[in-house]
């Protein structure tokens, strides 16, 4: 059973930083692709930026220029680095991955990420 645990969210000031992580139970290398979402409260979830197995990175308009994905093979985990945060990044966080032949995907439990003004 795959597993995504994540980590590092918290209250920042607008202008701040935080560096979400994700861990997972197997290889990085064994999903397609890896993928943050984040849910903000009476919102829909959304994708925030997205990697595939080779290294392809694909960010949503909000976070362009702000947020940078990245993971550590050694360490199976993928990280969101998150820099010049606005009150607008509040939500919650998940982790997300997905295997294509199995079509299966999977969620962290979220993370609590809260920009004050």
């Known amino acids: 059973q795959v597993q995504l645990v994540e980590s590092g969210g918290g209250l920042v000031q607008a202008g701040g930083s935080l560096r979400l992580s994700c861990a997972t139970s197997?290889?990085?290398?064994?999903?397609?692709?890896m993928a943050w979402y984040r849910q903000a409260p009476g919102k829909q979830r959304e994708p925030v930026a997205t990697?595939?197995?080779?290294?392809?990175?694909n960010y949503a308009d909000s976070g362009k220029g702000r947020f940078t994905i990245s993971r550590d093979i050694a360490k199976n985990t993928l990280y969101l680095q998150m820099n010049s945060l606005k009150p607008e990044d509040t939500a919650v966080y998940y982790c997300?991955?997905?295997?294509?032949?199995?079509?299966?995907?999977?969620w962290g439990q979220g993370t609590q990420v809260t920009v004050s003004s």
């Open positions: 990697i595939t197995s080779d290294g392809y990175r």
């Open positions: 997300n991955a997905w295997i294509a032949t199995s079509r299966s995907r999977y």
């Open positions: 197997g290889s990085v290398f064994s999903f397609n692709t």
